[in-house]
Nanobody, 125 residues
Framework: QVQLVESGGGLVQAGGSLRLSCAAS????????MGWFRQAPGKEREFVAA????????YYTDSVKGRFTISGDNAKNAVFLQMNSLKPEDTAVYYC??????????????????WGQGTQVTVSS
């Protein structure tokens, strides 16, 4: 079993930055991918970014390209999300997730097997 714990969320003004961290414990998967999703009140959970451990490839949703950067340390079982130039519409609970068989870069919730509890990000105008 895999347990994920997110941290780094908080309150920031528009244009500011935050760095989210996700630490994994328990069973690890060498062929896995890790990703970030977010969910705002009244909205569906949406994909933000992902990284494949096997290939190093990354993928971002259009709304965060050029502003967010995903990175990871497979040896440490950790993944990070650097968020710059934050906008009020980025306000959401951010979730870290693991896909056991990330041969590509999965971008849908159904492709992920383990989830963290989430960390709140609030961007004020």
């Amino acid at each position: 079993q895999v347990q994920l714990v997110e941290s780094g969320g908080g309150l920031v003004q528009a244009g500011g930055s935050l760095r989210l961290s996700c630490a994994a414990s328990g069973r690890t998967f060498s062929r896995s991918a890790m990703g970030w999703f977010r969910q705002a009140p009244g909205k569906e959970r949406e994909f933000v970014a992902a990284i494949s451990w096997s290939s190093g490839r990354t993928y971002y949703t259009d709304s965060v390209k050029g502003r967010f950067t995903i990175s990871g340390d497979n040896a440490k079982n950790a993944v990070f999300l650097q968020m710059n130039s934050l906008k009020p519409e980025d306000t959401a609970v951010y979730y870290c997730a693991v896909s056991r068989y990330g041969w590509g870069v999965p971008t849908t919730s159904s492709e992920y097997d383990y989830w963290g509890q989430g960390t709140q990000v609030t961007v004020s105008s």
